[in-house]
């Protein structure tokens, strides 16, 4: 007796979730992330552009792009730290945290505020970035397929005997 079904996709190592071509959960979230933060971020850029003109769109813009390089430094910190020691890359995600925060604050007193920055639109800018980033991330991290416990040993003989 032969069969007609479909064999459908063959088991194995492949991409689980969201894109499933990429191979890595942190790069899988970081396309994800930027990918929402970067839509999230042109709408707002044009409503402030279409509210306050080009400098507005500009501030927006730039607070989206620092948003949005900081949270990339950490997931970035998670791929390459994260294939060799998974539970060493949370100690180095706190310390690349209090780096990342003192870096961009002497940065951004180092630079001082540009003549065009509109304040008020950076800051929409920056927080619209971070609910999109975040709530791609929450996302992601829901489709993701983590193993939490080891798969038992199968005994010899079948499931339920020895041999």
Known sequence: MTSNAETGRPSGKRGVGVFGSVSSLWL????????????????TSVISAALD???????????ALLVMLFFAISLLIGHFVGRN??????????????VKVVGFAVVLFALGRP???????????AVVSVVAWQAAELYGFSKARLQ???DPADRKGGPGGTA
């Open 28 to 43: 899988r979230l970081l396309l994800l992330s930027t990918s929402v933060a970067a839509i999230a971020a042109a709408v």
């Open 53 to 63: 003109g080009g400098p507005a769109s500009l501030s927006t813009a730039a607070g």
């Open 85 to 98: 020691n998974p539970s060493g890359a949370i100690g180095l995600f706190v310390a690349t945290y209090f």
């Open 115 to 125: 003549d065009w920055l509109n304040g008020r639109w950076f800051l929409i800018g």
């Open 148 to 150: 939490i416990f080891n």
